[in-house]
T-cell receptor, first 113, second 112 residues
Framework: DTGVSQDPRHKITKRGQNVTFRCDPISEHNRLYWYRQTLGQGPEFLTYFQNEAQLEKSRLLSDRFSAERPKGSFSTLEIQRTEQGDSAMYLC???????????FGSGTRLTVV | KQEVTQIPAALSVPEGENLVLNCSFTDSAIYNLQWFRQDPGKGLTSLLLIQSSQREQTSGRLNASLDKSSGRSTLYIAASQPGDSATYLCAVSLGVDYKLSFGAGTTVTVRA
C-alpha cells in the first residue's frame, strides 16, 4: 500500500487520558500535515512538517497537543488530558510539493467520553 | 484570512442528472485549488487539482473550473450515479503558505 496510513482508525478514551496517533506518509513525500475535522465542517489545519522540522502550528493546537516527526518519516500526534471537545476526526496528509497537491489518509476518529 | 464557502450545503438529485457544486473563496491569490470526496466516516480522496494558472481540469465524468479573479470554482459531475453520493470538499492553498483552507462541503445524494 503506497498511500498515507493512519493508526488507529478509531479511538475511544475517557476524559483526562492521553492518546497518541500515528501517521505514515507516502515514502517520498517530505511534507506532512495534520488536520482536525468536526462533524459537518471542513478539516482545519493543525500543524505541518517539512522533513523532521515542524514549521507551523495553528492556534488550535493548545499546549495539550504535541506532534513529532522523528527522522522525517512517520509522525505522531499526542493529546494529553483529553477533553470532550477533542472528539473529532484527525486527518494526516502528505505532499511532495505544493504543485502536486495533497494525499490524505483515512483518518483517526477520536471519541472522548 | 482565507474564507472558503460551498453552496449548497446539501443536494439531492435523481440518477442521471448532472451535478453542479460551487465553491467560492475570498482571497484570489491562491496557488492551487483541490476538490476532494469524502465518504461518511472516511478520509479524503483527491478528485481534481487545478493550478492557479489553469482554467479547468477534467477526469472522466468530472470537470472543475477555476475563475481566480472572481474567487470561484465549480465542480461538474456528469450523469450522476448512486455511487457519487458523498460529501465534496474544495480546498485552496495560498502562495508559499502550503496550508489548505477548506469549505464545509456539499453533501450529495443521488437517488436511484
Amino acid at each position: 500500500d503506497t498511500g498515507v496510513s493512519q493508526d488507529p482508525r478509531h479511538k475511544i478514551t475517557k476524559r483526562g487520558q492521553n492518546v497518541t496517533f500515528r501517521c505514515d506518509p507516502i515514502s517520498e513525500h517530505n511534507r506532512l500535515y495534520w488536520y482536525r475535522q468536526t462533524l459537518g465542517q471542513g478539516p482545519e489545519f493543525l500543524t505541518y512538517f517539512q522533513n523532521e522540522a515542524q514549521l507551523e502550528k495553528s492556534r488550535l493546537l493548545s499546549d495539550r497537543f504535541s506532534a513529532e516527526r522523528p527522522k522525517g518519516s512517520f509522525s505522531t500526534l499526542e493529546i494529553q488530558r483529553t477533553e470532550q471537545g477533542d472528539s473529532a476526526m484527525y486527518l494526516c496528509a502528505s505532499s511532495v510539493g505544493q504543485i502536486y497537491g495533497y494525499t490524505f489518509g483515512s483518518g483517526t476518529r477520536l471519541t472522548v467520553v | 484570512k482565507q474564507e472558503v464557502t460551498q453552496i449548497p450545503a446539501a443536494l439531492s438529485v435523481p440518477e442521471g442528472e448532472n451535478l453542479v457544486l460551487n465553491c467560492s473563496f475570498t482571497d484570489s491569490a491562491i496557488y492551487n485549488l483541490q476538490w476532494f470526496r469524502q465518504d461518511p466516516g472516511k478520509g479524503l480522496t483527491s478528485l481534481l487539482l487545478i493550478q492557479s494558472s489553469q482554467r479547468e481540469q477534467t477526469s472522466g465524468r468530472l470537470n472543475a473550473s477555476l475563475d481566480k479573479s472572481s474567487g470561484r470554482s465549480t465542480l461538474y459531475i456528469a450523469a450522476s450515479q448512486p455511487g457519487d453520493s458523498a460529501t465534496y470538499l474544495c480546498a485552496v492553498s495560498l502562495g508559499v503558505d502550503y496550508k489548505l483552507s477548506f469549505g464545509a462541503g456539499t453533501t450529495v445524494t443521488v437517488r436511484a
